[in-house]
């Protein structure tokens, strides 16, 4: 099947009637592994997707030979997401490491309100990229009071880097940002600060324009009385490189319930990232209701072994309250060097 064909319908790998939110793909060498390609995603607390209730066990997988047959291989991680949240799995196979698939992710204190609670960068490994995965009591972000949504990549000079989403509430706008730290070989342990990538700072990025967090503490704020303004920029992408040789990070904005998409960073003459969606353009992937795809975001990227770049991103597939599924999108380069996804065929 040609990657024209692979791309065009926007539809989800797996149609599932509960979320897969945050899917995150995890590409092997031919030969590594029963499958070539894995999809992680994050589940609801309460559902398996088929209208069970869902049983001890998180981030379910999907697995495929060539991207277009996709096959589930149910739960994949040792935990019980009746009773907290899991979210954002980043996979990564790392040779030479005794369990060498290894896992970072998040879990909240509880469900409901309390899933928004004591969010960390997390480490798990299995032997096998279809789990178990289990804990292995690394926490990389140890410093921090909410960080999600971890992606690993190499840096330029061959060095890992870690991106990751955390609160800045040190003045308004108050909101998600994300942030960069060199990361171990193993996975184990950043090696340096966080550094700024990017805060909120479009209209769109709102989240939520009154909202009330009474677990979170911010100078000034009584939540017996007060409601903030949150705006949100989250599931960063990095590792990207432009045609034109720029560093190019990926990114979500806005309300994963309401409006929501994807924007990029890029890097300028100077070396600056600059934030190019903005004003209503440059958007890598948003919502298209002609094609009853909307919301689209947090999404992981890769390069097939053919050469053609893809976005792995949820959306919500023929209405906007309909659960996010994970799909595949291609993504090209446009005359400027901007990335962007284009409609389907």
Same mark, same amino acid.
């Given at each position: ?20 939110? %945050? ?26 997707? #088929?209208? *069970? ?26 935990? %019980? ?8 799995? &980043? ?8 369990? @060498? ?6 879990? +909240?204190?509880?469900?409901? !309100? ?8 997390? #480490? ?7 789990? @178990? ?32 989403? $955390? ?12 942030? !960069? ?12 600060? @966080? ?18 967090? @009474? ?9 017996? $009385? ?26 979500? +904005? +806005? ?15 100077? *070396? ?26 947090? &999404? ?8 053609? !770049? ?26 400027? +060097?901007?990335?962007? &996804?284009?409609?389907?065929?």
């Amino acid at each position: 099947m040609s990657s024209s064909e692979r791309v065009s319908s926007f539809r989800p790998i797996f149609p599932e009637t509960a979320d897969q939110g %945050d899917p995150y793909l995890l590409a092997l060498p031919e030969g590594v592994a029963a499958y070539r390609f894995y999809v992680y995603v994050t589940r609801d607390e309460t559902s398996d997707g #088929r209208g *069970g209730v869902a049983s001890a066990g998180a981030f379910p997988a999907f697995a495929s030979h060539d991207l277009v047959t996709w096959t589930a291989l149910g739960p994949t991680f040792q935990g %019980d997401a009746t009773r907290h949240a899991f979210w954002a799995p &980043c996979v990564r196979y790392v040779p030479g490491l005794d369990r @060498p698939y290894v896992m970072l992710y998040s879990h +909240g204190a509880g469900i409901g !309100e309390q899933a928004h609670i004591g969010h960390v960068i997390r #480490r798990a490994d299995s032997e096998r990229p279809e789990g @178990p995965f289990i804990d292995t009591g690394h926490v990389l972000t140890p410093d921090t009071d909410f960080a999600i949504d971890a992606d690993v990549y190499p840096a330029p000079d061959g060095s890992l880097r870690m991106a990751y989403a $955390t609160d800045f509430v040190d003045g308004e706008p108050y909101g998600t940002g994300i942030v !960069e730290a060199a990361v171990s070989d193993d996975l184990t342990r950043t090696l340096s600060p @966080p550094t700024l990538l990017a805060r909120p700072s479009e209209e769109w990025h709102l989240f939520d324009g009154a909202r009330r967090m @009474p677990w979170k503490q911010i100078p000034g704020v009584d939540w017996r $009385t007060d409601t903030v303004r949150w705006s949100t920029v989250e599931g960063p992408v990095g590792g990207l490189v432009s045609p034109r040789g720029w560093r190019v990070y990926l990114y979500s +904005g +806005g309300c994963y319930f309401g409006f929501y998409a994807v924007g990029a960073l890029v890097e300028d003459d100077a *070396g600056r990232l600059v934030n190019v969606t903005r004003d209503g353009r440059h958007f890598v992937l948003a919502s298209m209701p002609e094609h009853g795809f909307h919301a689209p975001g947090h &999404c992981s990227w890769f390069r097939a072994p053919d050469g053609v !770049e893809y976005l792995v991103t949820h959306a919500r597939f023929g209405s906007e309250t309909a659960p996010r599924n994970a799909c595949l999108v291609e993504l090209r380069w446009d005359d400027e +060097g901007l990335p962007y &996804c284009p409609p389907p065929l």
